[in-house]
């Protein structure tokens, strides 16, 4: 059985929750545990992550999990994953650390192998020997790997794009890359996220000048969001701040613990004596204060959509602030995002996202000709798209249409779950292996996580389903009617039951106490009634139906 | 009362549906009435509009509606207003055939009054005088209005860009507007939809070079994709069409009939014996054809998300024709239109959209240097921006400081139903009117409507909803269990009814007879649960509860 097998097992032909496995004979490798965010579909449900049906059906093959970085769609579903294959984790430090982090939530793994890496360093796995080479990315501490098998080298890029300046100076290593390039590869497989972009991605550095120029404008407080995970532009934000003499205050969980992190290990420079407390903040002078806080994609529970409606303990929006949001704006969250930024212009604040130009935002994923640069130096002889929608893969297949003349035999697009087969005699694709997606439900994101329940969609039918239904008019903000509960497969809730009596007013309880401004934003409401609503009925029945408030508009 | 008094009923603080009373004693102008595609919490909705109470409770003193161009979010509630405000409506003529065309759906409504006007008329009307001033904007025949009233001039924009280079040759009429600018000008409403973006909006002409490189390129079928209403955008196709030999096939209800009313009111020109009827598609050589057809949301059961599932009776994309959408992807849509370019790039079609530059859509708002160039040509004592969410109004406020130190006294962030008080003595906030919004409820947008329904939400109370919940894999397409169907506030939905058990069989059988493709979809899948379980419910009971279909992934 002299063939190697390469298995997508997520992000392929879909957006996030990242996992392929390579398998050859009894050993199986597997490169990264993402999960992504639910489509709002799915409504209720926190987070998404691949099935590992296949991986516990094989689970005396599996060697290792083998990380590329730190982003939640590639490490999001590892604690999952140990919960049920126990094997070692290798990934650069910080990635690992970040994996910890997730892992505290999960006291149940007790012992997590988790094994730091260098970029260049090699291992030795069963058949596999896997070389891990440094890649820029808009977080730090990102790796490809080059894993010789016994049919030939196999390159996996991870997320990337070919940055030539990046903050921390970390340059992609091309020269390895263009090592094995020349030595000869049998299959590369290469991030595809932003393949139908032309020309390149701007540097991590693009943004400097437009901060610059924030900082020198600002007035009053100036408020920065980005995700916390991208150390890069924290970085700027922590230097402008010491030029431009303001302390800092960082708020919200997630922002705080990464840049803890990141400064443990050394990948953050924070200037000394720069950080003041939260409460600190109203004392200090607006214009000697910069925060640093999480929430960009206007999560309804996030510091700063508390802080845009003006429920956040600590600071309060007053006219002339400036809020800058250097985010992308994910697809699906424009509605949240956008009455975020409604709320602090109706607070005074002089809001920049997105579309104002020169970017206050760049992309962290490689264009059309980074791809081209990748493609050329690595020549491979089959290549595979990874990471990304059909759309993109197809377009990244296009871009490496040009080497036909310089080795490559062919380009496989491959969905999550095909199996593409390579032995001394070629490439094919071969079959199936069970793929899907398992819904998780937790509390909530960016906050404590009180408890996380897992609940696999399938058992659906024991537990059912619970529909809070509240008419709300938006202009007042009142509510019509006592809110109605509609229920399937949940006994509890049989109509006319004490038990449903008292969790409408439960639902109406937390639309009481809700402010005026919280009562116009339906993200916040459906998640404070999911929240209450969940906490009465496992109270009571210690069962957990799946809760879908619907709002409707009178 | 020697008051003029600015009421937006419409559109300020929100995107679309716009509409804009002004009042001075007993006479009342209206100027737009706008429809907006509902949000994605309204399921089972399909349009909603202003609420008209204001002006049914003036009904007496409505003199007249005034459009200012033929989009949807200015023309789309006309047919609403008609049938309870007997008044004249003036637009230019190709404005009123658009609206013309949206009244055929209404047979109710059985003269309106509908008067067409020419740039640089004059109307006077009770005690306004309106001049229409030609604009230019994505679509063709807009007007600005300058109208005049006892206590001055009041210039309110519509919507606009100030394109250099329109493909009619029709420039913006810069020089009447100047000409108010220097005579006076009490209060200035400017489009703020694009206030967040800096520079220039591109000409309607930029697209014409990346269009050439398509036709270039082209090897096979060319399929273009645009807003219907897009006679620019449609011209320089037509024109390009011709230079490259190509044959032209229209699909699409409403491309038909808005490049018919077009080329017979001479604003399109269609080159001799260029089109081609959709059945002879397919028997034309691909390289000699180009489609033009509507679609470009995805919407569920438009012609080019018909084509994307091969579902469509004259035409089939096949490996190696090209797809351009040239339109921009409305905040909502994404899910959708992406699902629609995979499904066209699994069938090996090369999608060309959005993203990719340089643009094959531009957008048809000004941006800031432009509403600066029209804040310095009219030189307003009072400014109020329109057209825009919070955020965007805020922005053009910003944008107007300058003019602090020529004459400009004050701007008022106006949301819609806040009155606005002008008068000898200057301008203030005076209270507000009663404003919201009605949801209209049809079969689909795009598709011949076989009954409007309007009914109101308010009497939600009366007609119930029902909630059919189908539980599908989304990766096998199956259906787990039979459909369930909840509901409340609808009679003959008790539990186990025969009703409800025949209504359970409906949507069973609507999952059945789709295709594979069809139910990866849900978009699609959605409004044919829809569609069909409204038809049996509508027959059986004659009433017209909300159907909300809420598909589980599992």
């Known amino acids: 059985m002299n063939k190697l097998q390469v298995i997508p097992l997520g992000g392929l032909g879909e957006f996030g929750m990242n996992m392929m496995a390579l398998r050859y004979g009894d050993d199986i490798l597997v490169i990264d545990s993402g999960m ?38 590639h490490i999001g579903g590892v604690p999952l994953f140990l919960s049920e294959l126990d094997v070692p984790v290798y990934g650069t430090a910080f990635t690992l650390a970040l994996v910890e982090r997730r892992l505290e939530e999960y006291p149940d793994i007790e012992e997590p192998k988790l094994h730091p890496i260098q970029p ?51 340059l992609f290593d091309l020269h390895t890359l263009a090592d094995y390039g020349k030595r000869g590869v049998l299959l590369l497989m290469s ?68 840049t803890e992190i990141a400064h443990n290990l050394g990948l953050l420079e924070i200037p000394d ?50 809020v800058a949001l250097s985010s992308r704006i994910i697809p699906g969250n424009e509605k949240a995002i956008f009455r975020m930024i409604d709320h602090m212009a109706r607070r005074g604040a002089d809001v920049l996202y997105g579309s104002m130009n020169p970017p206050i935002h760049v992309s962290g994923h490689a264009s059309a000709e980074e791809l081209r640069l990748v493609l050329n130096l690595v020549r491979p002889r089959f290549f595979v798209p990874i990471h990304g929608e059909y759309r993109q893969m197809a377009k990244h297949i296009r871009l490496a249409e040009h080497l036909r003349s310089s080795g490559l035999e062919a380009s496989f697009l491959l969905e999550s779950g095909d199996v593409l087969e390579l032995d001394a005699s070629g490439a094919r694709k071969a079959g199936r292996v069970t793929v899907g ?12 996580v009180e408890e996380m329940v897992i609940r696999d969609r399938r058992h659906l039918s024991e537990d059912g389903i619970v529909l809070p239904i509240i008419a709300i008019n938006r202009h007042t903000g009142r509510t019509e009617t006592l809110p109605e509960i509609v229920s399937r497969g949940f006994a509890s809730a049989e109509d006319g039951s ?37 906490r009465y009925i496992v109270k009571e029945t210690a069962r957990r139906p799946l809760i879908m408030p619907v709002i409707l508009e009178v």
């Open 273 to 322: 004596n720069i950080l003041i407390r939260p409460q600190d903040i109203m004392d200090t002078p607006p214009n000697r204060v910069t925060l640093l806080i999480s929430g960009t994609q206007g999560e309804p529970m996030s510091a700063l959509s508390r802080v845009a409606v003006d429920n956040h303990k600590h600071i309060s929006i007053e006219p002339g602030d400036t």
């Open 120 to 170: 260049r360093q090699i291992l030795e796995i069963g058949p596999f020997k896997v070389e891990f080479m440094h890649v820029t990315h808009s977080m730090v501490a990102c790796v490809a790997m080059a894993i010789t098998t016994p049919v030939g080298v196999v390159i996996h890029t991870g997320d990337f794009k070919v940055d030539p300046t990046p903050t921390d100076n970390e």
């Open 498 to 534: 004490e038990f449903l009596q008292n969790a409408r007013q439960v639902v109406a309880k937390t639309l009481e106490t809700s402010t005026q401004e919280e009562k116009t934003d339906w993200g916040v409401m459906k998640e404070k009634i999911r929240a209450d609503l969940k």
């Open 437 to 448: 997606r398992v819904c998780i439900d937790s509390g909530s994101v960016d906050e404590v």
């Open 191 to 258: 991030d595809s996220t932003n393949s139908d972009r032309p020309g390149y991605t701007e540097s991590e550095r693009a943004v400097r000048p437009r901060f610059e120029d924030i900082f020198n404008r600002a007035e009053k407080r100036l408020v920065f969001s980005c995700f916390s995970s991208s150390i890069h532009r924290i970085q700027q934000i922590l230097d402008l701040s010491q030029e431009f003499r303001r302390k800092v205050a960082i708020l919200g969980r997630s922002m705080n613990s990464v």
């Open 36 to 73: 992504m965010f639910p489509e709002d579909e799915l409504l209720g449900v926190d987070l998404v992550m691949p099935d590992l049906t296949y991986l516990r059906e094989n689970v005396s093959c599996v060697r290792a999990l083998l990380l590329t970085h730190g982003h939640e769609d």
